[in-house]
């Protein structure tokens, strides 16, 4: 599905929605481009689910840990250039856990994403404040999301 998002304000409300749904173990995985708004939405996510941080990009370190209602990990895998990167970081251990994992640039590791998971690809729109957020996946999370989404009014 696709909805338009004319302002941060909308993109906070989605945040919202993302995260009343998740479920201990749910992975989501945010694609588009630099300054597309992976960061911001992982922002808005963070503070619904009980985190008071600020969150970064975590390009250089590629993953960054939160404790709100899970555990949140925060990848960032723009710099990772093989699998094994991804091995040696402990890929397994965050993506199998009971937290959460948000993987911005996901696109970059795709054969090793788990079947079950949220999409959520982002592009700009006409103005500054404009973003499209396509939303697809697997799984129960994903549907909840969706059907959400669809309750609110910004639904295209
Ligand atoms: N509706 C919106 N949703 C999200 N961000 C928005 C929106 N409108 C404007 N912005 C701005 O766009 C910028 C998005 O930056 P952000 O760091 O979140 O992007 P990113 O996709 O994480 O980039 P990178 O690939 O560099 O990590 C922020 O400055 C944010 O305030
Ligand atoms: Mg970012």
Partial sequence: MKITINNLQDTKKVGKIISENLLSGTVLCLDGDLGAGKTTLTQFIANEFGIKEYITSPTFNIIKEYQGKFPLYHMDVYRIESEDDMYDLGYDDYI???????????DKIKNMLPEERVNIYIQRGEDENTRIFSVTGKGIVFEKIVEELKNENTCN
Avoid at 96 to 106: M, V
């Fill in 96 to 106: 199998y856990s009971d937290g959460i994992c948000i993987i911005e640039w996901s």
